[in-house]
Nanobody
Framework: VQLQASGGGLVQAGGSLRLSCAAS????????MGWDRQAPGKQRELVAT???????NYADSVKGRFTISRDNAKNTVYLQMNALKSEDTGIYYC???????????WGKGTLVTVSS
């Protein structure tokens, strides 16, 4: 299984970016896709997840600003990030997981830099 993320870059505070992550390979259709991030000098943290059925989950720090969505036909997850803040700067890692079955896969990460 491979995850290929794209869409990172440099943006001014208040701006928007859209991240995409496409999964390829063989895996169960019952899964969750999502994004974690790691800011410089900080631990990796969950940003948002979306299940293959219904249900999304967001970190409190991004609620109301970020929207996660997925296209199951394309095995792709998106993260629309609006009203970006400098504290959103970090490397964003997409993931594909099934906690009940105890497996997960991770992409290499894409850098998001928000200038103030």
């Amino acid at each position: 299984v491979q995850l290929q993320a794209s869409g990172g870059g440099l943006v001014q505070a208040g701006g928007s970016l859209r991240l995409s992550c496409a999964a390829s390979g063989s895996f169960s259709s019952i899964n969750a896709m999502g994004w974690d991030r790691q800011a410089p000098g900080k631990q990796r943290e969950l940003v948002a997840t979306i299940a293959s059925g219904v249900g999304t989950n967001y970190a409190d720090s991004v609620k109301g600003r970020f929207t996660i969505s997925r296209d199951n036909a394309k095995n792709t997850v998106y993260l629309q990030m609006n009203a970006l803040k400098s504290e959103d700067t970090g490397i964003y890692y997409c993931n594909l997981r099934n906690p009940m079955a105890n497996w997960d896969y991770w992409g290499k990460g894409t850098l998001v830099t928000v200038s103030s």
